[in-house]
């Protein structure tokens, strides 16, 4: 075995069926009495039933995605305005990204309350969007200080959305299991986020409120979360990102490139087998296509919104600035990827 280095977040978990009841007691754990709850509009009415018990100081209900600057300033100044002193964001990954963006700049502690399988409440990684692109960074202030996964608070999540956002958790888990600076453990993690992942997510779509199937989903998602958490991101997360930045949604838009990158990756020979294994396939990029169309989600670019003519400048973005991926990321090979996802080929 190779030398490696292994960094475990400290975060505190407290997992299952009806946790959420325990929010109060994590919020005072923390030693806060004054909680801003964030959510998007549409959980508003949720959020103010979940957070009986609480002190709560405000409610920002404007989160959206990717986590625009002007969103973000209004959530900071809300929060110190009503002299909060904890964030309780429940919701995906952009409700979590607005509870980030507040510790980044006033150390507030983060309580998250995932509803979906994005993985963000495991991660010190935030990301806030200003002028058309992304700007994204690792600070252990935005990492959530507790984190309440409940299965049941997933049952209401759409089976397109549910699907969609699992497979953006199973990226993490593929990307982690070749980044240049995994490990061991998180290669331990990653594939038991692939097998929770691809068993349980076909389960949740055919039946969306079978809460043992959302509760092996919910598990793969925590586990995904925790191998970004910690190693480098290859040319799939760059993609994403780049896509991202021309307002493309973001768990679909994994869910569609995701395949095609496991396709120019390849080459990433022991990963692709632990994968395969974990999926019960021997083509892994066949399979994840597969997979995706048998649960009816969209597999072209074309479909949510890319533009034919965005198409090479996304793969000149995707090129600019060098980083570590298994296979050299060069223009003409990401220029056919991106045109294979936009046209949604199976990838051959």
Known sequence: MEKFT???????????????SQLAAEVERLGAKRALLISTPGRAGMVRVLAKGLGVAGLFD????????????????????????????????????????????????????????????MTNIWGISEGGAK????????LPKAVIYDPSLTLDLPP???????????????????????????????????????????????????????T??????????????????????????????????????HSIVLPHALRYNSVAREATRRMGRAMGVEDVPSGIWELERRMGLAMKLADIGMKE????????????????NPRKVEYEPVLELLRNAYEGRRPE
């Open 6 to 20: 292994y960094v475990a977040m400290p975060t505190r978990v407290v997992f299952g069926a009806g946790s959420v």
């Open 62 to 121: 404007q989160a959206v995605m990717h986590t625009p600057i002007a969103a973000v300033e209004a959530a900071r100044a809300m929060a110190k305005s009503v002299d909060a002193d904890c964030c309780v964001a429940v919701g995906g990954g952009s409700t979590i990204g607005f509870g980030k963006a507040i510790a980044l700049t006033s150390s507030l502690p983060v309580v998250a309350v995932p509803t979906t399988y994005s993985g963000s409440e």
């Open 135 to 142: 700007k994204t960074g690792r600070d252990v202030k935005v």
């Open 160 to 214: 397109g959305t549910s699907a969609a956002s699992g497979m953006n958790a199973m990226a993490h888990c593929a990307e982690a299991l070749y980044a240049h600076d995994g490990n061991p453990i998180v290669s331990l993690m990653a594939e038991e986020g692939i097998r929770a992942l691809a068993a349980a997510l076909p389960a949740v779509v055919a039946a969306p409120k079978d809460l043992e199937a959302r």
């Open 216 to 253: 092996s989903a919910l598990y793969g998602a925590w586990l995904a979360g925790m191998t970004i958490a910690t190693t480098g991101n290859g040319l799939h997360h760059k993609l994403c990102h780049v896509l991202g930045g021309f307002g493309l949604p973001h768990a679909e838009t």
């Open 309 to 324: 003519g965005d198409i090479e400048r996304a793969a000149r973005i995707a090129v600019q600035a060098p980083y570590p």
